[in-house]
């Protein structure tokens, strides 16, 4: 008999369990739906365009960088992992202090704001610049600081206006 309430309470248990994650599953579903459509709902400014792209490109560069400092805390220096690893390593860190200098010096041109990618091998930049319309003298000048700066040819240069007023 002692057996059997002890199967009885593991029953018990188990059902309560089950219960509390579907309770939980749907509160998920509602409160996820109800995040998303209140971001639906909300007008993307460039200012919010360009805080969040730095954001998430913050976020992606932390992932990355603690995934290869792992990487780099489990070989030892000569390792080919360990080298390659400390290469993207600084790689990355490179394409981000020359982000840093070309947003500065697209500012400096005199755009309000403006977010630029520069892959790790220095192979192409995007530039993301505040404006509704972008003029030929204005990207001129971006292409010329930007080929001075990186050393890319103007076609592997992508300027993207993005238009605040809409």
């Known amino acids: 008999m002692a057996k059997t309430l002890s199967n009885k309470k593991k029953i018990i248990v188990m059902s309560a369990l089950v219960l509390l994650l579907a309770v939980t599953a749907v509160f ?8 998303a459509n209140a971001k639906a709902n909300e007008p993307v400014t460039a200012a919010n365009y360009f805080a969040t792209y730095r954001s998430e490109r913050t976020t992606t560069r932390n992932e990355e960088l603690t995934q290869l400092d792992g ?15 400390t290469k993207m390593k600084m790689e990355i860190v490179a394409a981000m202090e020359k982000e840093l200098v070309v947003e500065t010096m697209v500012k400096a041109i005199g755009f309000s704001d403006a977010v630029v990618t520069v892959s790790s091998d220095f192979d192409s930049v995007n530039v993301f610049i505040d404006t509704p319309e972008l003029t030929y003298d204005s990207a001129l000048s971006i292409y010329n600081t930007l080929k001075n700066e990186t050393g890319i040819s103007p076609e592997k240069i992508r300027i993207v206006p993005i238009n605040s007023e809409s």
Do not use: S, W
């Open 71 to 85: 990487v780099i805390a489990l070989y030892q220096p000569g390792d080919a992992k360990y080298e390659e690893a």
């Open 28 to 35: 998920n579903f509602v409160l996820a739906d109800t995040g």
